[in-house]
């Protein structure tokens, strides 16, 4: 079945630093949603990329939609605190019947250290 | 609009015994989804529905079982707990916009702990 990861699982930035972390699916998929979740919270979406080599930003983050649709992108340029939490990239398969299915990656977990 | 609700919110179950968590979404939405995020593991798919009526499997279905009867709910069932199934369980709805699942909203999640 379909599978996505995401790398790296852990990362620990000073604040001010830059941080990406890298989504990879097994199959093509039809789109790509990044999503945020703050420590004890749910997650919230963030932005959905469509179109093959797409980017978009959204003030400091910055997102990649790869040029096959099997791998995604998110930056984050110059880190706060307020940037804390786990991001999930989630997309469903690119295919005729069964694409509402919403698997979701791994996750990168960010800490910041002031 | 309270978008998506679960309950229970915490839960507690022995080994064996049986509960269904409830969840419930008021913006008219066609797709629904159940999830168990475990620590390093992601939110994985357990069973997602496209409409009333309708469930289908999603990465891990065993020993749970959902039921779709009315739009607005999504049942998820446990007939037999068993510690392997202590999670935070969310509940997820979305729709379709321009051919693509759009957004997914989330509930606040159930912390199940089986003993």
């Not at chain 1, 079945?1 to 998929?29: A, K, R, W």
């Not at chain 2, 159940?34 to 798919?45: A, E, F, I, K, V």
């Not at chain 2, 699942?101 to 199940?112: K, P």
Request: proline letters at 4%.
């Amino acid at each position: 079945g379909q599978q996505v990861m995401q790398i790296p699982q852990y990362q620990h930035v000073q604040e001010g630093e830059d941080f990406t972390t890298y989504c990879n699916s097994s199959t093509t998929l039809s789109n790509i949603q990044w999503y945020k979740q703050r420590p004890g919270g749910h997650p919230v979406f963030l932005i959905q990329l469509v179109k093959s080599g797409e980017v978009k930003k959204q003030k400091r983050l910055t997102f990649q939609f790869g040029e096959a649709k099997k791998n995604s992108s998110l930056h984050i340029t110059a880190t706060q605190t307020t940037d804390v939490g786990t991001y999930f990239c989630a997309g469903p398969p690119d295919r005729l019947f069964g694409n509402e299915k919403l698997t979701f990656g791994t996750g990168t977990r960010l800490t910041i250290i002031p | 609009n309270a978008g998506v609700t679960q309950t229970p919110k915490f839960r507690v179950l022995k080994t064996g015994q049986s509960m269904t968590l409830l969840c419930a979404q008021d913006m008219n939405h066609e797709y629904m989804y159940w999830y168990r995020q475990d620590p390093g593991m992601g939110l994985r798919l357990i069973h997602y529905s496209v409409g009333e009526g309708t469930t289908a499997k999603g990465e891990v279905p065993d020993g749970y079982n959902v039921s779709r009867l009315k739009k607005q709910n999504f049942l998820l069932g446990l007939e037999s707990a068993a510690p392997s199934q202590t999670s935070v369980y969310f509940c997820a709805s979305s729709s379709r916009d321009r051919g693509f699942v759009a957004e997914a909203f989330f509930g606040q999640g159930t912390r199940l702990t089986v003993v």
